[in-house]
């Protein structure tokens, strides 16, 4: 969650800050602040509840300037959204930091630290840290020193910044469990929490790893690791460039990345099939070793991609090999069996999944015989903590309502099946066959986002109810709660999505005239039984709103319904996400809500 930014030059950095805060606001936007040490060797800071926009108001006059500063875009976890909870916090003029992540002991810290003398100005579990470095700087020691003392006392998560008036020559970072990265240029430094925010500086890139302490100047960066030694950690360079994270043409983000899906799922299956092949060689060797290992795979997710995986299931049992899926905040806190050789698969869009991560950690413990992570990010640590990546080439995601990702996650674990399938002795035709269905996709997603105007009009007849269900079978049913989750996330709809046979448990008590039913129904085995479900909905009288292959012939009356071309059965659950994805943006754009930054979430969760 959250955003963190940093920069050391010869030149003024607010416009370095603020822009770098533009671009990470989808990770928090419920106030931002910044603090630079001005040429006069003060501490300035200002903040401001809400958008970077409103900060960037306050800042238009040109009164802060300086060539040493942090800055933070933050989501409220400890206090509400309020000038005194934003960040940096400082501790009277000694010291300024910023803080992504949750100090677990902070309540314990609190109280030592007020018993000696220290006022509390804010709720937040970041100005105890602020307080305990003033509290060692004031004893002589070095901003270094003081930081490494400093999270030594700390327990839980964290990404940290930290300047000091008295030093105008370095910054200390440090991270566990939050991301960090520094930017290298020449002649100046920079640090954030996700390379984009960077990305109008510098394209050179230093990934932190866990426990890492570095000390950032204009001149060069010196990394120490958990254990105070000192390190190299490789100066990578980024493909991605400034333009990578933009609208363009597009009114918001989250409806430009639902029209790069056609591209980003070519560009996943990109040099990994060929000729009625699965290229595995793509896939490294590490992955095919662990793939001939494999006779069992446990998924661990969230959120969205969490209902990937679900989808995964379904494929992998298809095909014999037993799956189990489990949402990672509740996988990392029990006790569970592993199968003989059984591969463990994290799927996250950011790579810095706090509870996945966490889940991996624990994973390596467990007795799997491998891990695979499917991500968006190539230099994330999930990515760096797996056996095996298979990424899914996304690009940047900037909207919080992923779309893009979750399709291409789709289409990396379709490509995962069928490797798995190969060992299970799956056909050379069946392979063609599965092959030419992912080759297809990138046109069959094109020709539904020809529907947009279409889904429009649905979304007009949608967008002033207050609740919705959302039905399917098999594979759709985690379809139909991907469908649900945009509609709530974006809309603020309530929304809920249930297996189309559970109706009559429950589910059927609310349908009326006043509740909207989303289906999709394609062309499948299981599209008799959905249709006699739909049949219980109209009975009630609930308003049906259908998606369905051109073979279906719907006996229903007082529906509407939108047609798809014939789809691939295979790939149907892909390609039928796209009309739940733009009924849920055309909802959301009629209701007026935020798109792109919708009340209470962010982008990349890092905190439990």
């Known amino acids: ?83 005194r909870n934003a960040h940096p916090h400082m501790s009277g003029e000694q010291v300024a930091i ?21 006022v509390f100005s804010s709720e937040t ?32 998560a964290y990404a940290l910044a930290v300047i000091s008036p008295d030093d105008p020559d370095h910054m200390i970072v440090t991270r566990a469990g939050s991301p960090l990265v520094i930017g290298v240029g020449v002649g100046e430094n920079f640090i954030a929490s996700d390379v984009f925010a960077l990305l109008p500086v510098t394209q050179r890139f230093i990934f932190l790893e866990e426990g890492d302490v570095a000390e950032i100047r204009r001149d060069g960066v010196t990394v ?43 560009e996943t ?32 997710a969230c959120g969205t991609s969490y209902h990937a995986g679900m989808v995964a299931r379904y494929w992998l049992e298809e095909i014999g090999v037993p799956c189990q899926i489990e949402v990672a905040s509740e996988f990392r806190y029990r006790k569970s069996v592993v199968r003989p050789d059984t591969l463990f698969v994290t799927i996250s ?6 509870d996945t991560l966490a889940a991996l950690r624990a994973a390596k413990k467990a007795g799997y015989i491998g891990s695979l992570v499917v991500c968006n990010v190539p230099e994330s640590s999930l990515v760096r903590e797996s056996d095996v990546a298979l990424m899914t080439r996304a690009g940047p995601e900037i909207g919080v309502a992923s779309t893009k990702a979750f399709t291409t996650q789709l289409v990396a674990l379709r490509l995962l099946t069928l490797a798995l399938a190969k060992r299970n002795g799956m056909p050379a035709e069946t392979e063609a ?63 809920e999505a249930y297996p189309a046979g ?71 659950p892909i390609v039928y996400t796209i009309p739940l994805q733009l009924l849920s943006y055309h909802v959301a754009v009629l209701k007026g809500t935020d798109v792109d930054q919708p009340r209470n979430l962010a982008k990349s969760v890092t905190v439990e």
């Open 1 to 83: 969650m959250c955003g963190i930014v940093g920069a050391i030059a010869e030149r003024n950095v607010v416009p370095i800050l603020i822009e770098g805060l533009r671009r990470l606001e989808y990770r928090g936007y419920d106030s931002a602040g910044i603090a630079v040490r001005n040429p006069d060797a003060h501490l300035q800071r200002i903040r401001s509840v809400g958008k970077v926009a409103e900060l960037q108001k306050m800042l238009d006059g040109g009164s802060v300037d300086g060539p040493l500063g942090i800055a933070h875009t933050r989501w409220a976890t400890h206090g509400m959204p309020a000038e």
């Open 98 to 118: 910023v803080h992504n992540g949750i100090i677990e002991n902070h309540a314990e810290l609190r109280t030592d630290l007020r018993e000696r003398g220290f």
């Open 125 to 156: 579990d970041t100005e105890v840290i602020a307080h305990l470095l003033a509290d060692l700087l004031a004893k002589g020691q070095s901003i270094l020193d003081a930081t490494r003392n400093a999270i030594g006392r700390l327990v839980g």
């Open 224 to 266: 120490f690791d958990a254990d105070g030694n000192q390190v190299e950690r490789e100066i990578r360079t980024s493909e991605l460039s400034a333009s990578n994270a933009e609208k363009g043409p597009y009114r918001h983000y989250m409806l430009k990345e639902i029209f790069e899906q056609p591209a980003v799922i070519a």
């Open 269 to 300: 299956l990109e040099g990994r099939i060929h000729k009625g092949r699965l290229l595995e060689q793509s896939f490294g060797h590490v992955a095919q070793e662990l793939f001939d290992r494999t006779r069992a795979v446990q998924i661990i």
């Open 349 to 354: 869009q950011s790579g810095e999944t706090a």
């Open 433 to 495: 066959a599965w092959v030419d269905e992912l080759q297809a996709l990138p046109r069959q997603v094109e020709v539904v986002l020809e529907l947009s105007d279409a889904i429009e009009d649905f979304a007009q007849s949608f967008a002033d109810k207050h609740n919705a269900l959302f039905l399917g079978r098999g594979t759709f049913y985690p379809i139909a709660l991907e469908g649900a989750l945009k509609l709530k996330e974006i809309s603020y709809i309530h929304a």
């Open 502 to 572: 559970e109706l009559k448990h429950g589910p059927l008590a609310l349908v009326d005239e006043k509740m909207p039913v989303v289906c999709a129904l394609p062309d499948d085995p299981l599209l008799e039984k959905v249709l006699s479900n739909l049949q219980e909905v109209r009975a009630r009288g609930g308003e049906l709103f259908l998606f369905s292959d051109k073979k279906v012939r719907i006996d229903l009356d007082h529906y509407q319904n939108l047609t798809l071309d014939d789809i691939c059965p295979g790939t149907a």
